[in-house]
């Protein structure tokens, strides 16, 4: 490949990641795979398992807000931020977006 190729090649890279994720989301998603994944995956203690739509639909219609207090601040057998006092609110913000984004069809 030559240099002028290769440039073609990075900038158009560059583009796709600029404008084809949320980076909220990517955050989220490297967030939920470290901390929350544990219980969400499997339906741990009946956590919502991400992707699962018929979970996950009572808890869109409260919308991110609800969720995300929830979240921080514990709820059922939910422990606060998901039992990992060093994440900020904005990482579970992110996380619940994400976790949301499992489900949302547009
Ligand atoms: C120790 C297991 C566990 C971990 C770790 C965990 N969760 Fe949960 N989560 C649960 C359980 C259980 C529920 C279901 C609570 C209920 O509906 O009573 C839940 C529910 C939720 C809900 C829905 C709350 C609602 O209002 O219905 C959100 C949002 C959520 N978790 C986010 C997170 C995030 C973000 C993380 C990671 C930072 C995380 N969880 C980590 C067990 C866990």
Redesign the pocket.
């Known amino acids: 490949m030559n240099k002028s190729n290769w440039m073609v090649m990075s900038l158009f890279g560059l583009f796709l990641c600029a404008c084809g994720k949320d980076p909220r989301l990517e955050k989220g998603e490297a ?2 795979l470290a ?2 994944k ?3 995956a499997q339906g ?5 398992i991400l992707g699962n739509e018929k979970m996950w639909a009572p ?1 869109l219609k ?1 919308g991110h807000e ?2 995300v207090s ?2 921080l601040s514990g ?5 606060a ?4 006092p060093h ?1 900020s609110d904005e990482d ?1 913000a992110n ?2 977006l994400y ?1 949301m984004s499992t489900v949302e069809t547009n």
């Open positions: 967030i939920v901390n929350c544990v219980c969400h741990i203690n009946g956590a919502p808890r409260q609800v969720l929830h979240a709820y059922g057998l939910m422990p931020r998901g039992g990992k994440l579970i996380a619940v976790m």
